[in-house]
């Protein structure tokens, strides 16, 4: 694959794995007259939310945590992060659950969901979340 700059001419030189798919994807569209749209197109809750357990809660919720509860988020075991995809290129960190080993079974504390970025998804999106029972 050769890359095209601005002036449509191929560049010439070591090609780099870099590519700024914005551009690339603006260039497709502009010639099929569709925008592109901007954000992921999603069917289920699966295409733009994703839970994972983390080591290190702080580094993705710890703003958010403070905000909600005024204090620290844990930093013993298990955290869980819900991250949100609003574009293939990028997760943002939209919820936070910890789980505490008692006896035999685990408490559930901590709980918070980023309100300000729910609000600012898109209409589709919320509405994928709520039909799946939520974040």
Same mark, same amino acid.
């Given at each position: +694959?050769?890359?095209?700059? $601005?002036?449509?001419? &191929?560049?010439?030189? #070591?090609? #780099? &794995?870099?590519?700024?798919? =914005? !551009?690339?994807? &603006?260039? $497709?569209?502009?010639? #099929?007259?569709?925008?592109?749209?901007?954000?992921?197109?999603?069917?289920?809750?699966?295409?733009?939310? !994703?839970?994972?357990?983390?080591? $290190?809660? =702080?580094? %993705?919720?710890?703003?958010?945590?403070? !905000? *909600? %509860?005024?204090?620290?988020?844990?930093?013993?075991?298990?955290?869980?992060?819900?991250?949100?995809?609003? @574009?293939?290129?990028?997760? =943002? &960190?939209?919820? %936070?659950?910890?789980?505490?080993?008692?006896?035999?079974?685990?408490?559930?504390?901590?709980?918070? @969901? $980023?309100? *300000? *970025?729910? *609000?600012? +998804?898109? #209409?589709?999106? !919320?509405? @994928?979340?709520?039909?799946?029972?939520? @974040?």
């Amino acid at each position: +694959m050769v890359a095209a700059d $601005d002036s449509g001419k &191929a560049a010439t030189g #070591t090609s #780099t &794995a870099a590519v700024d798919l =914005e !551009r690339v994807v &603006a260039k $497709d569209s502009s010639s #099929t007259g569709r925008e592109p749209p901007d954000h992921v197109v999603a069917s289920s809750i699966d295409d733009i939310i !994703r839970v994972e357990e983390v080591a $290190d809660a =702080e580094f %993705f919720i710890g703003d958010l945590f403070r !905000r *909600r %509860f005024h204090g620290d988020p844990p930093n013993y075991p298990r955290s869980f992060v819900a991250f949100y995809q609003p @574009i293939r290129s990028r997760l =943002e &960190a939209v919820g %936070f659950v910890h789980y505490l080993a008692f006896e035999d079974s685990y408490l559930c504390g901590g709980l918070v @969901i $980023d309100e *300000r *970025r729910y *609000r600012q +998804m898109p #209409t589709e999106h !919320r509405k @994928i979340i709520k039909a799946a029972g939520g @974040i």
